[in-house]
């Protein structure tokens, strides 16, 4: 697929997807612009925030923070699309020559997008964060180390590589990203695909500013799933291999129980053990049927065009409706 390469009309972009965050919002605003202010990005940046379809007053604010600050610029998505969707429309709507991903909780604290811009200043694609204390539940913790775990063979991440959702990225592996547009989007794992040239800074992980987080469980593991399956064939490899090491097994244990049965004619046949290998023979085949159908799901909503997203209307143009 070509890329198209876009003309970068600001030096500084920062994208954040925003849901249930309408109390955050201005206080975001505001730190953003005094982290920015009399620096070199200073009238030459803007804030895309993405209403993800939050059911409180999120689009308001940002509406009303957009008529306040003409670097703010808001797109409202139609439905829920989920966080990484939400955040390629942002980058779709993005005009920097650098692009920073943030969360919209505060989380992620706004001074340090000097040192992220900075990263890519020197030469890097693309710069992550990594928390030098994370303030997240102790089951959020866990996943994100199995996460961690499961994306280094899955999308060959380099294993001292955390993938943050606070990062920034050049323009040029933006627009190779923004190739993508299937409805199963996991950023990291397209950026990952696109370039080898990636740094890291330590940062500190700042305290929710107010609320509650978004993601629970069920969407957690949607998004494991997401990355699992939609950014690689890995999990297939393993079925299959699984399958030659289940067969090779099995034709021991046979060449165990002839041999045995030849040699002890008295023995009876064990009833616990042909239960036990057939729940265990039944149990992997429903595994690997359940990642054969989530491929195939995955290829049958593909073909049938659903969207990536779709934009309700935006504060910087007159409203249209984009569906991509």
């Not at 060959?156 to 989007?185: N, Q």
């Not at 021991?252 to 049965?261: D, S, W």
């Not at 799901?297 to 569906?323: D, W």
Request: charged letters at 20%; one cysteine or more; aromatic letters at 10%.
């Amino acid at each position: 697929m070509n890329v198209q390469k876009r003309v970068p009309f600001v030096s500084l972009s920062i994208v954040v997807p925003v849901y249930r965050s309408a109390d955050v919002l201005p206080e975001l605003v505001r730190q953003v612009r005094d982290v920015l202010a009399g620096t070199k990005y200073d009238g030459e940046y803007e804030l895309v925030l993405v209403n993800d379809s939050s059911p409180d007053a999120s689009w308001s604010v940002i509406e009303e923070c957009a008529k306040e600050c003409h670097w703010v610029r808001g797109l409202s998505l139609r439905k829920n699309f989920g966080q990484h969707n939400a955040t390629m429309a942002g980058l779709r709507y993005s005009r920097g020559r650098i692009v920073i991903v943030m969360d919209d909780d505060l989380q992620h604290p706004p001074s340090a997008i000097l040192a992220l811009a900075e990263k890519i200043e020197a030469g890097y694609d693309v710069c992550y964060t990594h928390y030098k204390e994370r303030k997240h539940a102790a089951w959020k913790k866990w996943g994100s180390r199995l996460n961690d775990i499961v994306a280094a063979w899955v999308l060959k991440k380099p294993r001292d590589l955390y993938l943050s959702s606070f990062k920034a990225m050049s323009r040029g592996v933006v627009d190779a990203i923004l190739a993508y547009d299937g409805p199963y989007t996991y950023v990291d794992g397209l950026i990952l695909g696109a370039t080898n040239s990636i740094a890291a800074i330590d940062i500190t992980h700042q305290e929710r500013f107010t609320g509650r987080g978004n993601y629970n469980l069920r969407r957690s593991v949607g998004l494991w799933l997401k990355m699992a399956t939609g950014s690689s064939v890995y999990p297939l490899r393993i079925a299959t291999v699984t399958g030659f090491c289940m067969a090779a097994l099995s034709l021991i244990f046979l060449m165990l129980i002839v041999v045995q049965r030849l040699t002890h004619p008295e023995m009876q046949p064990g009833w616990a053990s042909i239960i036990a290998t057939i729940l265990l023979i039944g149990g992997l085949q429903m595994v690997f049927l359940g990642i054969l159908g989530e491929y195939i799901g995955r290829i049958y909503i593909r073909l049938n065009n659903s969207p990536q997203y779709v934009v309700r209307e935006t504060t910087f143009s007159p409203p249209t409706e984009t569906a991509v």
